[in-house]
T-cell receptor, first 115, second 114 residues
Framework: NAGVTQTPKFQVLKTGQSMTLQCAQD?????MSWYRQDPGMGLRLIHY???????DQGEVPNGYNVSRSTTEDFPLRLLSAAPSQTSVYFC??????????????FGEGSRLTVL | AQSVTQLGSHVSVSEGALVLLRCNYS??????LFWYVQYPNQGLQLLLK??????LVKGINGFEAEFKKSETSFHLTKPSAHMSDAAEYFC????????????FGKGITLSVRP
């Protein structure tokens, strides 16, 4: 099973450039989310979605956009990259109704460097 | 509001020694509690979870954790460390409710010395 797939795994951007991190899951999960991981900060929630067509902000949403047009895909867009967005980004999903206890299934991460 | 505190950022043990990683939580309602592990260059995976059933929870790879309401703690233990346990460990808390979000601690890096 593929699970949660993130692309690209590595990306280098210049300040001001835009890009999209892709996330796809093949488990028919309703809930999907994006986290960023920074040293000593743990994981912080950027945006999340409880189903197709529904998105909401997490703890650190500024500078990022998301959309959820299908159950499978949840792309994260950086509108104008800044060095502060240098981080490792993780996409995660959970089958909301069947696991309300919140176990998340994570992708392998996308490492982004903004110069 | 809910939060998780993981004291310290790094723990080092010898192979075969006891592993103890501490986690304290704050939650206004009874929480669900989780430990996740992240091996180098990988995503996080669930080690174990507490969901208001048994207070002593057993997980994968010989790890277990005990929910202690009076101490608001959910410490992770393993009787005998193995080299393959070297990783970063995250404690996380979530209130009951399908749309409640998971809040992670800052993580603890476990090193295992030969």
């Amino acid at each position: 099973n593929a699970g949660v797939t993130q692309t690209p795994k590595f990306q280098v951007l210049k300040t001001g450039q835009s890009m999209t991190l892709q996330c796809a899951q093949d488990m028919n999960h309703e809930y999907m989310s994006w986290y960023r991981q920074d040293p000593g900060m743990g994981l912080r929630l950027i945006h999340y979605s409880v189903g197709a067509g529904i998105t909401d902000q997490g703890e650190v949403p500024n500078g990022y956009n998301v959309s959820r047009s299908t159950t499978e895909d949840f792309p994260l867009r950086l509108l104008s990259a800044a060095p502060s967005q240098t981080s490792v980004y993780f996409c995660a999903s959970t089958p909301k109704r069947t696991t309300p206890t919140g176990e998340l299934f994570f992708g392998e991460g996308s490492r982004l460097t903004v110069l | 509001a809910q939060s998780v505190t993981q004291l310290g950022s790094h723990v080092s043990v010898s192979e075969g020694a006891l592993v103890l990683l501490r986690c304290n939580y704050s939650s206004s309602v009874p929480p669900y509690l989780f430990w996740y592990v992240q091996y180098p260059n990988q995503g996080l995976q669930l080690l174990l979870k507490y969901t208001s059933a048994a207070t002593l929870v057993k997980g994968i790879n010989g790890f277990e954790a005990e929910f202690k309401k009076s101490e608001t703690s959910f410490h992770l233990t393993k009787p005998s460390a193995h080299m393959s346990d070297a990783a970063e460990y995250f404690c996380a808390v979530k209130r009951a409710g399908a749309n409640s979000k998971l809040t992670f601690g800052k993580g603890i890096t476990l090193s295992v010395r030969p």
